[in-house]
């Protein structure tokens, strides 16, 4: 029976995701920050918190596993290619027959988006170190188109890939061309960064999303208004189109989705997807049905848009970094604030961006057999003990152990590294209990 199930949920989940049917993605350890459909619409990539790339056709996720941080966008180059960036600053192209990615390359900053050229084989990417790469698939040297004042949060290009319109925490969308990397307009300039866009030049209209949550469409050629959707809730934080740029979808960092109209410029509804945290990625599915979110759950929901408020939200209340804080020690706060996102405390921790800290007083660094380490942490004579653990967090991973794929992070309070420790002392201990 189960093994019937099992078979059967295989089998149907490509068709599921083309079906108009409700369905979830399990498996990653950590928030889906960005997902993309592949051309033929049978299959999904998920880019996660936990530093992987989840490839999905079918029940069963192929891990693509390269990046040092989270990962934060993902796009289909083609049926056998993917390109992913993220907070480590790199691009990865990925061999999607094999599983294997090769440094494309990477920017100063965080990558915060991707976009693909029409003809699939440039990718520009937008980096917090305000800077737009372009990186060749074909091998020439990456170009980088510099002007805007603050970082970059997205890029897309024109439909006949001549042009390239960029989004930016200065507050600006600028259009540059990209054959000689000039920016040639700027065609807003407001007083909050610009997070989001969508652009369907075939139909005149680009839309954008703000930090101060401002929606609003605007005719290309012109610059002038055609629909504003500003409300009450900000940020503004992904946007996504069907095919036919008939249906648009926004998220907010209230958890809302809202779907507009774009033959009338009609919000036809106002969804809330999760109960805890902000829609962080959107996209529809192939045929248009689906609507694809990821937010702080582990999982990827897909919602049809028919029917979207009669099915599951996105909750994270069992999610242990929103317990009460009152409910905790100092040692387990500082734990839940600062380590849970990354780290389990039980033996076979779920997939998470670090190894799990089950025994981890007396344990030699990088010596899980099961977790792929960085070769520094995988070759140092490190143990931990209350005292390699308090400096860890007292200088910090960064000067502790260079060249780790831990995240800059100091907790600068004797106090609390020993509320932690002491902590952690009892919550990752064979015989101890965790709370
Ligand atoms: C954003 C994710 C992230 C956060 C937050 C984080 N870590 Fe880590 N941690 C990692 C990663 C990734 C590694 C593996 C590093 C490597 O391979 O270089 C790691 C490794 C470790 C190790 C070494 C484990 C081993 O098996 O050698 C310890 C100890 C550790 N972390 C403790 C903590 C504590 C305590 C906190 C909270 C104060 C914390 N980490 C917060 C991602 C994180």
Redesign the pocket.
Known sequence: MAFRTLLTALLLLPSLATAGDFFTLKGHGGPIKGIDVSPDGSRILTAS?D?SVGLWQGGTPVWLEAH???ANTVRFVDSEHAVSAGDDYDIYLWDLNTGTGRRLGGHEGKIIALALSPDRRTVASASWDRTIGLWSLAGAPARFLKGHTGGVSDVVFSADGARLYSASADGTIRVWDVSSGAQTRLLLKGWFGVNTLILNEAAGWLAYGGVDGTIRVLEVESGDLIADFTGERSPILAMAADREFTTLAIGDGYGFIKVIDSAKWVVTEDFRATLHGPVWALRFSADGRNIHAGSLDDAMYSWPVASLGEHERMTRGELSFLKDPAEMSNGER??QR??S???ALDPDGRRR???T?FG?FG??????VN????P???NSD?I?DVGT?DA??DLG?DDF?P?????M?R?TKAADRED?IAF?RRATAASGGNR
Do not use: D, E, N, V
């Open positions: 918190f530093y040092r941080a989270a500082q734990f600062k380590c996102i990354c780290h961006a670090g190894p800290l981890i344990r030699p660094a990088g010596s899980l977790y792929s380490y960085s520094t942490l995988r490190i931990w653990i860890l967090f991973p152990i060249g780790s794929k831990m995240p992070q907790i932690l952690l």
